[in-house]
């Protein structure tokens, strides 16, 4: 709420709102930083990951996304800054945001994904036999040890048999959020003859578009709370429901 305007966004975050996210405290601080005549440039990047122990990756997400500053010292190094750490809030939203440990089944369900690309999709069976191991190896909390041939190809089996529903597994695993935005693209796309929309197209450029008074209700139903860094409720998550039953029609 109450975040700076289109026009001077500078401006209205430095004088006006003294609230934004990220890219007005990145934006702001580089602009006083190249007006003292220091060399500035903006860095846009993830804050945070979590490390996924049965997979062995760091799992970063679209959530963590941050915008910070890089500053060149008089000797020619680059120092990082991120000036978002100043706000007053800070250290609970930043904590918040990192923080996330990931469970036995979050961890189970990314690791699925990521055995597909390395294994399936490489088409390479030494690599495939090399996760195939690791993972048993976590799987059973073992060191040293490896599994027998046998093991390892009735592993696969087994992982080839499951890769089979991969596609309702990940329908699933998604919030239902972004199933019913999915849902709500959909629609459009074929009554309007859009074609493709990308999960991230603006909500209210669409409603522009179509020109139907719906389109623009779900906008702002479905913008008030995603935008604000909530989950629908239960009435909201029942209205765009309804709103997408009569876009069909």
């Given amino acids: 709420e109450d975040l700076p305007g289109p026009q001077n966004p500078v401006d209205d975050f430095l004088f006006e709102t003294r609230r934004g996210y990220c890219e007005f405290f990145a934006s702001s601080f580089a602009i006083l930083l190249r007006l003292a005549e220091v060399p ?42 991120d000036p978002s750490r100043l ?50 190896q976590r799987l059973r909390g073992e060191r040293g040890l490896r599994p027998s041939a046998s093991a390892v190809y009735t ?46 197209a603006g909500l209210e450029d669409l409603a522009r578009r179509t020109g139907n008074p719906l389109c623009r209700q779900f906008a702002e139903i479905y913008g008030g709370a995603i935008y604000r860094d909530r989950r629908l409720s239960r009435d909201e998550y029942r209205q765009l429901r309804a709103l997408i039953r009569y876009l069909r029609r």
């Fill in 155 to 200: 592993l696969l089996a087994l992982v080839l048999a499951g890769f089979a529903a991969l596609p309702l597994f990940r329908h699933f695993r998604q919030s239902r959020e972004t199933r019913l935005l999915k849902s709500y693209l959909a629609v459009l796309e074929k009554k309007y003859r859009l074609g493709t929309i990308p999960v991230n």
């Fill in 40 to 81: 500035t440039r903006l860095v846009g990047g993830y804050l945070g990951g979590d490390y996924n122990e049965l997979g062995g990756y760091y799992l970063v997400t679209e959530d963590m996304a941050h915008v910070w500053v890089e500053a060149r010292r008089e000797d020619g190094t680059w120092i990082r800054v």
């Fill in 87 to 136: 706000a007053v809030n800070a250290t609970t939203a930043i904590r918040a945001n990192s923080a996330q440990n990931l469970g036995l089944w979050r961890q189970l369900s990314d690791s699925a994904s990521y055995f597909w690309s390395q294994t399936i999709l490489n088409y390479d069976l030494s690599r495939q036999l090399e996760v195939l191991q690791s993972a048993g």
